[in-house]
């Protein structure tokens, strides 16, 4: 598996995945856009950062490949401006390949990106409560829930969803 840069040929492949509308509700599908997704939506998202970022160099939309294939799909976004701390969001996986730990060694190249290369301090992620396979996919790569760190609810189809906040610190990626 091998990580490179969003391309606006990866949208059609990605929304794939998401086709079900609980699978894009548990992405984080409210606030890319609107059920149903289309290519043009999400990569007006992704290419123009469609007001999400309040500085230009802030939203990096990354594709897991196997081979030339597209399997996965998460962003890292700076948090507050600081370079030292970075957010993981909107991971997905191609769905007939679920339960095959691709989120997993995914999300452990992006931290090894974002530690060995990028040299942050601190990676953090956020999950629905109601999505175990992702908290567990999350604990399983080194995320951990902080006692400081509080949760968060989202409005989710009229109803509020927890959002359970894990982080992973260059002491505990080191220390693995």
């Known amino acids: 598996m091998r990580l490179r840069q969003y391309k606006p040929c990866d949208a059609a ?71 030292k701390k970075l957010r993981f969001g909107w991971v997905i996986v191609d769905a007939e390949r679920r339960g ?7 999300l452990r190249l992006g931290l090894k990106y974002a530690f060995e290369i990028l040299g942050v301090d601190k990676v953090t992620i956020g999950v629905f409560e109601n999505n175990v396979p992702a908290y567990k996919c999350y604990l399983s790569t080194g995320f951990h829930k902080p006692s400081e760190l509080p949760d968060s609810f989202q409005e989710v189809n009229g109803e509020k969803w927890k959002v359970v906040e894990l982080e992973i610190t260059r002491e505990d990626y080191t220390s693995q």
């Open 100 to 106: 095959q730990h691709i989120g997993q060694n995914m």
């Open 13 to 83: 492949k990605i929304i794939e995945w998401s086709k079900e509308k609980e699978t894009f509700e548990l992405w984080g599908g409210e606030i890319i856009g609107e059920y149903p997704i289309t290519e043009e939506i999400l990569n007006k998202v992704y290419i123009n950062q469609n007001g999400l970022c309040e500085e230009p160099d802030n939203f990096y939309p990354m594709t897991a490949l196997e081979g030339d294939e597209v399997i996965g799909h998460f962003i890292m976004r700076y948090i507050n401006k600081d370079a």
